[in-house]
C-alpha cells in the first residue's frame, strides 16, 4: 500500500506514518501535491551465524568413534 503525506502531515503525525512504514508499506512525501521523497521499509538486517560454541553442553552423547565407518552393529547403540 501506498500512502501520500504532505511535509505538514508528516511533521503532526509521523509517528502514525513510520508505524505505516513498519508494516512494509510507502509512504510518499508530497509539497505542493508534487512528489518530494519517499518512506520505505528499511532492508532486512543479514542473519549471520550466531551459534555460540557450548551452546548445547551436556545433551549430546558420543557412543562411537567419530571418523570411522558406521557399522550395523554401531545403529543398535542408537535406539
Known amino acids: 500500500m501506498r500512502t501520500q503525506a504532505t511535509v505538514e502531515e508528516l511533521r503532526n503525525g509521523l509517528n502514525s506514518y513510520l508505524a505505516e512504514v513498519e508494516k512494509g508499506n510507502e509512504v510518499v512525501v508530497c509539497r505542493s501535491s508534487k512528489p518530494i521523497a519517499r518512506i520505505v521499509p528499511a532492508a532486512p538486517a543479514s542473519h549471520k551465524n550466531r551459534t555460540k560454541i557450548g551452546w548445547a553442553d551436556n545433551t549430546l552423547r558420543i557412543l562411537g568413534p567419530v571418523t ?3 557399522l550395523e552393529d554401531d545403529w543398535a547403540m542408537l535406539k
Open 68 to 70: 570411522g565407518p558406521v
